[in-house]
């Protein structure tokens, strides 16, 4: 039982080895750590993988983020929370798993629309 509604297991919806915890699902498990780790390695937004929401907060304020590019690197990190929060879902009601890196490419396509149409950075193409 889980907030009420009889859940079969707590276990990590995308290994199923771990609870399903907030810090997990969202930034310890393995099959979201690639996705961090894209972000250490080519976005440059991060110095190292964040293994919480303690982490990625406290990472996010000591990094210095240059104004000109701050809400384009931010989005980059709140569309992959929101990735990672969609691709669990379509786990547990579709039963359906992508490979974390082709969930890549949606973070890229999803934040260059949102820049595209809430910015002014909205002539990119
Ligand atoms: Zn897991």
């Given at each position: 039982?889980?907030?009420?509604?009889?859940?079969?297991?707590?276990?990590?919806?995308?290994?199923?080895?771990?609870?399903?915890?907030?810090?997990?699902?969202f930034?310890?498990?393995?099959y979201?750590?690639?996705?961090?780790?894209?972000?250490?390695?080519?976005?440059?937004i991060?110095?190292?993988?964040?293994?919480?929401?303690?982490?990625?907060?406290?990472?996010?304020?000591?990094?210095?983020?240059?104004?000109?590019?701050?809400?384009?690197?931010?989005?980059?990190?709140?569309?992959?929370?929101?990735?990672?929060?969609?691709?669990?879902?379509?786990?547990?009601?579709?039963?359906?798993r992508?490979?974390?890196?082709?969930?890549?490419?949606?973070?890229?396509?999803l934040?260059?629309?949102?820049?595209?149409?809430?910015?002014?950075?909205?002539?990119?193409?």
């Open positions: 039982m889980r907030r009420g509604i009889a859940v079969s297991s707590n276990l990590c919806t995308f290994c199923h080895d771990f609870d399903e915890g907030l810090d997990h699902v930034f310890s498990c393995g979201v750590s690639l996705l961090w780790k894209w972000h250490v390695e080519w976005s440059g991060l110095p190292e993988q964040p293994f919480s929401s303690l982490d990625l907060e406290m990472m996010l304020n000591q990094v210095n983020i240059e104004k000109k590019t701050q809400n384009l690197k931010l989005s980059l990190i709140y569309c992959t929370i929101w990735m990672i929060w969609k691709a669990r879902n379509t786990c547990v009601f579709r039963n359906e992508r490979p974390s890196m082709a969930i890549v490419g949606d973070i890229s396509m934040t260059f629309n949102w820049i595209k149409n809430r910015s002014k950075f909205n002539a990119l193409n």
